[in-house]
């Protein structure tokens, strides 16, 4: 995403924290300003936590809260700092605290461990979940399902990554994505952006970047310092350019969300790189993620 769009993000909050809230819908949006028409710079997922704000914690947000209308909040992810207004009907109570994540582009919640059984509720890729991990009660274990107790829901376990046992390959995790529209300001299964895509198949990986391309390509403690260049790109290596970043998949080729054709695509990794030059004149700056293991 755009630089002027980041520009108001990884702030400290100067603003006085009132309460904190939980997304318990699939996904809703966060808008730039406390307006339903403003644009959309990012989104809440199922189970993410957030804080909520007395007034504006930066000047970007210089809206006097007092001047907000009814049912707006400002508020910042737990997850990942992103801060931005949020409609107070998606405004929840914190129900519980995760250890899982959905890797997968969509997954359902179930009334029981059967498929055929009633589905609660449909969920994206990096939405938050609380599961029965072990053998606690005889009616909450089952091979195939996870029990989540505080929704009183099943779910299939090859649909999640446990926080304490993380995916290995991101590359795999991206080329789900692929063939799903581009949205400006989306960050789940059902719809995303280049630095979201990113941000959430990085972190199933244990590489925790920020939400937003100006700010993830300045984050050196994610990356290795070792210069990489075209030559000896490898899969898993991410190209920046200035708003925009994509995921070497092989050594020849690339996976991003992009607005050229409105979906995710792999294309050439040299074909792209034209492409940009040709349009604006800029060179990708090629940086290898620092996973963490263990």
Request: net charge negative; charged share 15%; aromatic share 10%.
């Amino acid at each position: 995403m755009n630089k002027d769009i980041t520009s108001m993000q990884n702030s400290t909050p100067k603003g006085t924290l009132l309460n904190t809230g939980q997304i318990l819908t699939g996904r809703v949006p966060v808008y730039k300003a406390p307006d339903k028409t403003s644009m959309q710079v990012s989104q809440l997922l199922f189970g993410e936590h957030y804080d909520i704000y007395s007034h504006s914690p930066d000047r970007d947000h210089a809206i006097a809260m007092d001047n907000i209308a009814e049912n707006w909040h400002l508020v910042q992810s737990k997850r990942d700092g992103y801060m931005g207004y949020l409609n107070s009907a998606e405004t929840i109570t914190p129900l519980f605290e995760s250890n899982a994540k959905v890797s997968q582009l969509s997954t359902a919640l179930y009334a029981a461990p059967d498929m055929k059984s009633p589905v609660l509720r449909e969920l994206p890729f990096g939405a938050e979940l609380y599961v029965v991990t072990g053998n606690q009660l005889n009616t909450e274990y089952n091979h195939d399902y996870y029990f989540s107790p505080p929704l009183q829901a099943w779910v299939y376990k090859a649909h999640l990554v446990l926080n304490n046992q993380l995916h290995t390959d991101p590359v795999a995790l991206a080329r789900q994505f692929i063939g799903l529209s581009y949205m400006w300001g989306g960050r789940s299964g059902w719809g995303c952006d280049c630095s979201s895509l990113v941000q959430l198949c990085y972190e199933l990986c244990g590489c925790l970047l920020p939400r937003d391309t100006a700010q993830q390509v300045l984050h050196t403690s994610a990356f290795e310092k070792e210069v990489i260049t075209r030559e000896n790109i490898s899969a898993a290596d991410l190209l920046f350019w200035p708003g925009h970043v994509a995921i070497a998949s092989s050594h020849s080729t690339l996976i991003h969300a992009t607005a050229f054709g409105m979906q995710v695509i792999e294309e050439p990794i040299d074909l792209v790189c034209e492409r940009i030059h040709i349009a604006y004149g800029t060179a990708s700056t090629i940086l290898r993620p620092r996973f963490i293991t263990g």
